[in-house]
């Protein structure tokens, strides 16, 4: 995958876009576990979604430097 991104003429850093691919997928991941009560078990909903984003950003960082090798 490359370093950076050219759109129209603009470079936009490789992880800007995986960040915002992340963003993506926490929204929809918030709402399935807001849906079935997950936050009720959970101590602190800021921490535990801030945890997730990161592990979040680590997999899909991860599994797009494997798929496009």
Excluded: Q
Excluded at 18 to 36: K, P, Q, Y
Excluded at 55 to 69: C, P
């Amino acid at each position: 995958m490359p370093a950076e991104f050219d759109l129209y003429g603009v470079y936009v850093p490789r992880l800007l876009v995986l960040m915002l691919l992340s963003l993506v997928l926490i929204i929809v991941l918030r709402r399935v576990l807001a849906r079935l009560g997950v936050y009720s078990l959970v101590w602190h909903r800021g921490l535990f979604d801030l945890a997730l984003y990161v592990l979040l950003l680590g997999a899909v960082s991860s599994f797009t430097r494997w798929y496009f090798i």
